[in-house]
């Protein structure tokens, strides 16, 4: 029905999620959750804290299992996908970037970009020469041999969206991406955000909690007690 | 996904050494601390047992069988007997003369064996770093110039320790004169025992020690496939002519072996206590990293990476960790060992007057051992952690909820009772009985592994109630009242912790009880071995079967002479009792004062001896008990040379010295019941003001074919040994403590980085550093006082199962029990206090956690 939808509207559905259910013990945080995104579409998810935004982005990252309903991320079901194909969805169609940025503290910043390469088998010289032209677009070539405790927040957060970008993912997971910077360098995030997956031809899924964040995105989508209470509006 | 791995142990593992560089260290140092206490209490171990060993079986080692005579030498034309007596059967014998020469102002052992009859030799015979010669070209130059000529093959250690080379001239001196001989060969180094030999041809010895007439031992060695089992041996002794008597090496037991290989089995168990302490420290350690390192696990997971090569990732972590500190801990343990051998065979040399090797310091084989085991032991600890750091849910951890240890052991009080039972039967099991006779107690060994694992799952139960007690004690404390309330649902952190504290404690506080009760039962019998100022024995005399006796008439001197106040000497018989071989002791004790260990004392002690009545009184050994089964009471009948002697059992004595049995009676009787009256080994008690070392000077100048030995000095050798030996006892229960301590604090670690929200609220309520480190130190204490209480009461058991069903079963007889209990309090204390500074440090590291980033 929301395939059908998607088509009537004249793109191609990406991300389908269908009465998607999730408990934590007897409190329902997902509460059948609807929700069709298409391809290279920018989706802002806000809400109060608590209504269930980040416990959504990690079922539809793969990292953390829902009870009830569909999820299909292109051609996959992630609710029957063996933990195998989970594995390689993350590894080669879905990446997250993080409120506290969660980047590898033994590596550099250089070594972070290029780590999912390395862990797509890439061969380390490649890796590390794909890893500088993403050092490039994120502005970060000067501080590529530094460590991430060496950081400013901004500097870890556009090393993350390298890390993030670099294996070529078809959807960005982006949890506040912003929460934890001051209002310039959150603007400057969320610049290098949209130009990039523009660029890329990437499908976003921002949670954030600030109107002006919106701005990069194609539609908004609002969430409360674990329900999408505008439902799919282009 | 060979590539993975090296990609994760470059990217994640080298970095973190790197990055803490220190704490890595420590690690490594720790786990090294094990595996160097491992390999050096077993290479110290072998090179001092090395040296007791050699002490007694100088020669024939390879010989399976020996035959001796009981009333002193054996005739030479008896030879023939004893050939005759092996029928059939395909042997060379190997008879030999052993005397004490002079040489310069000491003496050395001069051997004479019989060149024509090595040359014969099976090839196997030497194998085992005896000092025969094998039939290469070694033996060729051995034979050429033993035959006729006074020329003498010495060990390398004879060598070294004379400064004699091929070709010196060298002048030994004996009762017939002094004789110049030629150092002709030197024996291989491999064939070096670590005393100083000298080997001659059986006739020129023979002419130059005037002995043409006796040989003292033959040795009796069996072609390939020719059977010597008990049931032969029991034929070929029937048939032997009277008086000779066939032993085997298990037979010619003597103090110092019996005693080394009840040390060694001891020491044994102690370097596996250092070895699973070291497995325990490495468990905790990693457990804390993978706590630590959750979020990067985490985050790893959300990149795509599986839950195996997270796993993988840390058993490789674990490996390095085991490679590195083993590779340190053998440097470690062979400097530990040159120290320590350097006290201990230092004064074991000094006591034995033979030197002791010092060179068998390396062995290839327990280096390896050692490494095989360190990096064993540090996988095995791996494998929890890792298994927990691959189970890590990318979604929770990356909003860091921390998840505790999943063991679920600790959790059923019901394995609990089925350890302890499994135990009780395990300690009813016989031990198992080796190639060599040597029994080995598995069982007991299991037994104990089952009751310290059943008390370590009992004592998870208890830290609630502890803590209700301790914080009723104090009830306005609120950082106790916050620690106790951790305690009140003790999490899988907690309970391994708390195990392995008590198992430590416990494996301690037993090696401990266990080190006490021997020191304690083997001073107290040396006192009675060695109460005598001077002992007195036939120059040769070694064990009860050596057939050298002191004359009677230089015994009746002896005991009149001047100096002399009291003495106390033995007749030793070689017997056969119920188809085993026994000694039958006759003892004239002192009048006053001499005293044994008694399991059983009759009510005038020794001095029940000298009743007469229808039956003899005799006292029997421990071994005899427990050999022949009959007690206080019963009768025993001995028969030799077609006599009959019957005696009534009236007490049962401890003897460590010898493991087939004695039988005690009075000396008078004894000598008229053999009639033979030559005595064994002489006591002297000096009057008090003689100068022991002046008495023996004398004695020794006057009576030169007997052995005049100052026991006074020699007492007071044995017991420095005793103190250097035990004192390596103490240092290990150190790291026991140490290692439990350390194992605290690095749980405690764990458990204020699991509880960062926690952390975060108690900050904002005003918990400074002082605050956390209250609660922590509190939590840890409780802890400690828990795990170390119920240890200390575990180790009550552990040492009643290695003393009453381990050493019995192991060696025959028993220690006395006895609690060390100054230092179990000591140790107590210690690991109380220990455990609420590990608490506090942990404390003091969590005030400085950061927080700020917590949602
Ligand atoms: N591991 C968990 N166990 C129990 N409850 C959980 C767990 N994780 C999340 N929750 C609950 O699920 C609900 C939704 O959590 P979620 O993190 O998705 O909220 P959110 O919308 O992201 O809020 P915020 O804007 O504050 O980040 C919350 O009420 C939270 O308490
Ligand atoms: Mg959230």
Redesign the pocket.
Known sequence: MFQGLARLGGMTAYVTLEHVSKS??D?E?LAGVSLVISAGERVALM????????????CLGGIDRFDRGVIRIGDVDLGSASGEALTRLRRKQIATVFQFFHLLPTLSVLENAAFPLLLNGIPEKEALAKGREWMERTGLTHRMTAYPDQLSGGEMQRCAIARALAAGPKLLLA??PTGNLDSSTGDKILDLLETLTREQGITLVM?T?SETATRICDRTVH?LD?KVVEPVTA | MTGGAALFWRYFTLRHWRRSPGSHAVLVVLLGVGVAAFLGIRLANRSATAGFEVFTETLGAGAPVTVESAAGAIPVDQLRGIRAAFGVRSVVLLPSVQTSVRLGDGSVDLVGIDVVAVRNLPEAAGDDGSLVPRTDAESAVFQDALRGEPVLLISPTAARRFGLSVGDALTLGSDSGAFAWRVGFILPEALDRGAAIFLGDLRTVQERTGREKSVDRVDVFPMPGVDMGESVRTAVQAALPPGLLLSTPGERQSVSQTLSAAFRMNLSALSLLALLVSLYLILQSLDAAVVRRREEIAVLRSLGVRAEQIKAAWMLEALTLGIAGSAVGILMGVLLARVSVGAVTETLGNLYVQGLSRGALWSGREVLTAFGLGVGASLLAGWLPARDAAMTPP??SL?R?GRSLPIQLLDHPLYAVLALGVGAVFLRFPPLVLAGGVRFPLFGYLGATAFAVGMSILVCLLPPRVAKGVQNLRREDAMLRLAASQLRRLSGRHKLALAGLMIATAMAGGISLLVHSFRGTVTQWLDGQLEADLFISARGFQHPGSPVRIPTESRDLLLRHASVADAEYALMQRIRYQDQSAVLVGLSARREGSERIWLHRPADGLAVLRERGERVPVLVSEPWLRRFGTGVGDVVRIEAGGRTLEGIIRGVFADYANEHGSVVADAGVVAAFLGEDRTATLGLFLRNDEDVRAVRDELQTAFPALNVRDQRALREEVFTIFQQTFSVTAALKFIGVAVAVAGLLLSQISLFLERRSELRVLKELGCGRRELMAAGAWESGILALTGGTSGLLTSLGLGWILIYVINRQAFGWTLRYAVPLGSFLAFLIAIVFAGALAGGISGHKAASLPVENE?
């Open positions: 934590y013990g409190r945080v809400g109060p804290s608590g209504s269930g935004k980040s416990t959504l982005l990690n949890d506040e949670v909690h969430m674990g | 979604a929770q909003g909820g949602e």
